[in-house]
T-cell receptor, first 113, second 116 residues
Framework: DQQVKQNSPSLSVQEGRISILNCDYT??????FLWYKKYPAEGPTFLIS?????DKNEDGRFTVFLNKSAKHLSLHIVPSQPGDSAVYFC????????????FGQGTRLTINP | GAGVSQSPSNKVTEKGKDVELRCDPI?????LYWYRQRLGQGLEFLIY????????KSGLPSDRFSAERTGESVSTLTIQRTQQEDSAVYLC??????????????FGPGTRLTVL
């Protein structure tokens, strides 16, 4: 049972344009959501997070949107840069729990010059 | 300071052999996690250590998998009688203060395990 789903395995965007990565979840207990970025042969690195009391969190070029009623979150990157090419994982957890995160399958983002 | 380190970076073993994977967390981090990533899939939680509390082993897929942690330092993940379906990248993460609001997990580079 996949509790966190990223339905797009890959996404290709032109440099300078907006990249939108999507993620859906099924467990209504999740109250904390994160995006991680992963380069080949490296571990995932934390990018941005949002708690369920908010619907938007912004950090520079990265913005995460949360729609609790739809159990959907998205990551917007604008403007996209070649260095953004990586695999992006969304993850969900419960703040008061053991913080074992549930990850999506990942979306490979390619930024074309 | 140094990040999370894991060794070996790659391990090739024969089916039926035992393997031991090591994780050195960031100094001072009380929590340590093991995840597994199979080809084309997301990260799958295996086990969680927090200080001196009993570990959360709810993600271990079978009794062939076990993990130990010495205090708040090194952890080893052991897989006995390896099977081909154990082939994956095994990732370790540590965090500073879990349970106190949001707490970032920092990942190591992983150990790629291949069972022939």
């Amino acid at each position: 049972d996949q509790q966190v789903k990223q339905n797009s395995p890959s996404l290709s965007v032109q440099e300078g344009r907006i990249s939108i990565l999507n993620c859906d979840y099924t467990n209504s207990m999740f109250d904390y959501f994160l995006w991680y970025k992963k380069y080949p042969a490296e571990g995932p690195t934390f990018l941005i997070s949002i708690s369920s009391i908010k619907d938007k969190n912004e950090d520079g070029r990265f913005t995460v949107f949360l729609n609790k009623s739809a159990k959907h979150l998205s990551l917007h990157i604008v403007p996209s840069q070649p260095g953004d090419s990586a695999v992006y994982f969304c993850a969900a957890g419960i703040i008061q729990g053991a913080q074992k995160l549930v990850f999506g399958q990942g979306t490979r983002l390619t930024i074309n010059p | 300071g140094a990040g999370v380190s894991q060794s070996p970076s790659n391990k090739v073993t024969e089916k039926g052999k035992d393997v031991e994977l090591r994780c050195d967390p960031i100094s001072g981090h009380t929590a340590l996690y093991w995840y597994r990533q199979r080809l084309g899939q997301g990260l799958e939680f295996l086990i969680y250590f927090q200080g001196n509390s009993a570990p959360d082993k709810s993600g271990l897929p079978s009794d062939r998998f076990s993990a130990e942690r010495t205090g708040e330092s090194v952890s080893t993940l052991t897989i006995q009688r390896t099977q081909q379906e154990d082939s994956a990248v095994y990732l370790c993460a540590s965090s500073l203060r879990p349970g106190r609001g949001t707490d970032t997990q920092y990942f190591g580079p992983g150990t790629r395990l291949t069972v022939l």
